[in-house]
T-cell receptor
Framework: GENVEQHPSTLSVQEGDSAVIKCTYS??????FPWYKQELGKGPQLIID?????GEKKDQRIAVTLNKTAKHFSLHITETQPEDSAVYFC????????????FGKGTKLTVNP | NAGVTQTPKFRVLKTGQSMTLLCAQD?????MYWYRQDPGMGLRLIHY???????AKGEVPDGYNVSRLKKQNFLLGLESAAPSQTSVYFC???????????FGNGTRLTVT
């Protein structure tokens, strides 16, 4: 089955710096890669997703890149702000249902003012 | 529009007790899921449902049962709680597969 590895487990940056979180996946048939942000005491919330027919996707300060050959994808946050502090999860799945969605173990991002 | 609502928010059980966690969504979603979140383990799927009256096992189903009698509700039951079931439980729903999941705010369960 699918296995998703996420690095780093913790990341601390200064406000205004960029943050990069990387994930690798094992199933070459995976074609959907969402990223979720979880704030303290709340459930995860989708912030961006990418499908395998696209190499990069941007939404304001957030971007995701996908390298299908290497089977890895990354989340890039530019101009970080204190409100970006949260736990971020990557996930991967193939066609067939969200029940196939496999999550990484999460990255705790701290943005220091 | 409340989205996904989970009740209760917190619960403490003694080993062997039973309880039911309720998940309700008002988005008319077909798919609903129960996950557990443990430190350093990410989110693991317990059970899921692809429509009213259907349920299926996920990655970690042992010790749990579920029911989806109404489209908007998905219940997670623990018949005989064990300390290993201490966790934060999240319910999620989605319109169709490989669409964004909408999560509730979780239920923190402690089994002593």
């Amino acid at each position: 089955g699918e296995n998703v590895e996420q690095h780093p487990s913790t990341l601390s940056v200064q406000e205004g710096d960029s943050a990069v979180i990387k994930c690798t996946y094992s199933d070459s048939a995976s074609n959907y890669f969402p990223w979720y942000k979880q704030e303290l005491g709340k459930g995860p919330q989708l912030i961006i997703d990418i499908r395998s027919n696209v190499g990069e996707k941007k939404d304001q300060r957030i971007a995701v890149t996908l390298n299908k050959t290497a089977k890895h994808f990354s989340l890039h946050i530019t101009e970080t702000q204190p409100e970006d502090s949260a736990v971020y999860f990557c996930a991967a799945s193939r066609e067939g249902g969200s029940e196939k969605l496999v999550f990484g173990k999460g990255t705790k991002l701290t943005v220091n003012p | 529009n409340a989205g996904v609502t989970q009740t209760p928010k917190f619960r403490v059980l003694k080993t062997g007790q039973s309880m039911t966690l309720l998940c309700a969504q008002d988005m008319n979603h077909e798919y609903m899921y129960w996950y557990r979140q443990d430190p350093g383990m990410g989110l693991r799927l317990i059970h899921y449902s692809v429509g009213e009256g259907t349920t299926a096992k996920g990655e970690v189903p042992d010790g749990y049962n579920v029911s989806r009698l109404k489209k908007q509700n998905f219940l997670l039951g623990l018949e005989s709680a064990a300390p290993s079931q201490t966790s934060v439980y999240f319910c999620a729903s989605t319109r169709q597969y490989n669409s964004p999941l909408h999560f509730g705010n979780g239920t923190r369960l402690t089994v002593t």
